[in-house]
């Protein structure tokens, strides 16, 4: 069994941490798909961003899950709440302020 401090770690990343990054990852990569300007170093931003956050989804929200022995169907809901809904939600923030 994992120390107390592991498991509010795992969920202060899980239910704060990510959730954050990926909205403001979200918002970001969408000023810079709909921007249009598409400069070497704007690019590889958006994709050292996109990796980074795709890294953390995996290691710290899903790997950790998994390792807590919760069913596999409830980690894709678990990821649906930390990770995809912020990320959309960071997309359409910015398509909203794109359009005022």
Excluded: D
């Excluded at 990569?29 to 170093?41: E, K, L, Q």
């Amino acid at each position: 069994m994992r120390s107390g401090w592991h498991a509010v770690f795992s969920e202060t990343v899980r239910l704060a941490l990510a959730p954050l990054v990926l909205l403001f990852s979200g918002f970001f990569t969408a000023n810079f798909v709909i921007s249009g300007h598409y400069t070497w170093p704007r690019t590889s931003r958006a994709l050292a961003l996109t990796l980074t956050v795709s890294i953390l989804a995996y290691e710290f929200v899903y790997k950790e899950q998994l390792s807590r022995q919760v069913p596999p169907g409830r980690v894709r809901w678990i990821l649906l709440y930390s990770c995809l809904i912020p990320y959309l939600v960071g997309w359409m923030l910015m398509l909203v302020l794109w359009k005022l």
